[in-house]
């Protein structure tokens, strides 16, 4: 339809209205089209449309400017800091340290001689400013309101012209010319979008804390993905210190990077070696414990997959899944019990990611089935050994990304042997490497039999 409108205007310069079911053009506007009896037809010619300015793909203008924070995890996830005029959703478990993380943003750019200014609709001025105590933040030059009305936000804004405006969070803003409660996915999604252009109309670095629930997303996140520029989300244990910050959209920066902090008694701070720190209380000797080398964003970091198996009456036994994907898990022990001949049936099946961390990669899959092995067997496995492959259905072991850096790692940190998907590209480091095409070779492998 398109095509014809389009062809049929190009016959007719001089039209403006051409009726989109026949293709009648006119020069003034028509309810109802003459000529096919059509209503409400009339659409405006593309010939007398103004066309837009084209230009190629050649940028020669400067690289964006970037506001550095100072929190060294957060820069780096960002792509190198804050981009002038960006509008970033920071999303999140209530609970996790969204409004730590804020602050102490807030802090390092004042510290840099830039303005922010937080406009808080979930906690009272006071609240904010006893964290900001705890955090020992420059509590003098920060530009704080409580307020959730949208109007007051941008008046705030255009008055104080920040450099940083933080909203926390978009659940609480309202604009009071909308229908609905704040919260809701109309108003979320309004304030959101009138934000984002006050960013780019600015040149104000537009921050807009998100919470998320377990489950996904109530009328937050989710709606706004689409409207902001990049979406970083804090994730963790609510209960543990460890946190990890991942960027699963960036306009302005790459989305592989993740950052790892700790939260502690003066807010966030970046973990220097995560691996270290992830492996600190492993426990020699025990089955069903083997190291992964996973990938949180570009880095490496080992962390101890452990399997527990308990006998159980139940005729459904439990499988319970902490750190590691629940699914896979269940995928894991079909594939075991067909291809290796274990059952485990009549158990209560226990895996973890030990210290807190969410490994989410299918190439944890051949450490978890041989912890999974291990702990059947009751068999340790050497504890200087790591292992890495996606697990197929059939048991193959197929190869994964970044073999390279996964090893490294691992003999950074007093690993020796190196259990690896066959094909996989070869080093020349010290790390012992063995080849494996299927879980049972890579189970004969770990007991030398
Ligand atoms: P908060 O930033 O309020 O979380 P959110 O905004 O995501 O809801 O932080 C929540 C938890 O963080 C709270 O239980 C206390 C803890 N916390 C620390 O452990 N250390 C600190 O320095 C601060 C300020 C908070
Ligand atoms: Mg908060």
């Excluded at 014809?4 to 403006?16: F, N, V």
């Excluded at 489950?215 to 804090?234: F, S």
């Excluded at 048991?395 to 850096?405: F, L, M, Q, S, Y």
Aim: aromatic content about 2%; glycine content about 12%.
């Amino acid at each position: 339809m398109r095509q014809t409108i389009q062809a049929l205007a190009s016959h007719h310069p001089g039209a403006e209205h051409v009726c989109a079911a026949c293709g009648y053009t006119s020069p003034r506007w028509f309810g109802r089209c003459p000529e096919c009896g059509e209503w409400s037809s009339a659409r405006t010619s593309p010939a007398s449309a103004p066309a837009p300015a084209i230009t190629s793909l050649v940028h020669d203008g400067p690289p964006p400017q970037r506001m550095v924070t100072g929190m060294c995890e957060l820069d780096r996830v960002l792509g190198g800091g804050l981009v002038a005029g960006s509008a970033i959703l920071l999303a999140g478990e209530p609970g996790i340290g969204k409004s730590t993380l804020v602050l102490q943003l807030m802090d390092g750019v004042i510290g840099r001689g830039r303005r922010a200014l937080l406009m808080t609709g979930e906690e009272s001025v006071a609240q904010v400013a006893l964290r900001g105590a705890r955090l020992n933040v420059a509590a003098d030059r920060f530009l704080v309101s409580a307020s959730s009305s949208l109007e007051e936000v941008l008046a705030a804004s255009l008055n104080q012209r920040p450099d940083v405006v933080v909203v926390d969070s978009v659940q609480t803003l309202r604009d009071d010319g909308l229908e609905g409660a704040a919260g809701s996915v109309l108003q979320v999604r309004e304030c959101a979008s009138t934000l984002v252009a006050h960013a780019k109309q600015t040149g104000t670095v537009v921050i807009l804390v998100g919470h998320v629930t377990k489950e996904g997303a109530v009328a937050g996140p989710k709606a706004l993905e689409h409207v902001v520029d990049a979406v970083l989300t804090l994730e963790g244990e609510r209960d543990g210190s460890l946190r990890t910050l991942r960027v699963s959209k960036n306009r302005f920066g790459s989305c592989t990077e993740t950052g790892v902090l700790k939260l502690g008694g003066s807010g966030l701070e970046p973990v220097e070696d995560p691996s270290a720190m992830m492996l600190a209380d492993r426990l020699p000797g025990i089955p069903g414990s083997v190291v992964f080398p996973c990938l949180e964003g570009s880095r490496p970091v080992l962390v101890e997959l452990q399997a527990l198996l308990t006998p159980t009456p139940q005729a459904q036994p439990r499988r319970v899944a902490i750190g590691v994907d629940g699914r896979r898990l269940t995928l894991l022990l079909g594939v075991l019990s067909e291809r290796c001949d274990e059952s485990f049936h009549a158990r209560d099946v226990f895996a973890a990611a030990a210290g807190g961390l969410a490994v989410r990669e299918p190439a944890a899959d051949m450490a978890l089935s041989l912890a999974l092995l291990s702990a059947r067997s009751g068999t340790c496995i050497d504890q200087t050994t790591t292992a890495f492959g996606e697990v197929g259905l059939g048991g193959e072991i197929r190869r994964v990304p970044a073999t390279r850096r996964r090893i490294d790692e691992a003999l950074r940190m007093g690993f020796r042997t190196a259990i690896v998907p066959r094909g996989s590209e070869r080093s020349s480091s010290g790390m012992e490497e063995i080849s494996v095409g299927d879980i049972r070779d890579a189970w004969r492998a770990c007991t030398g039999t």
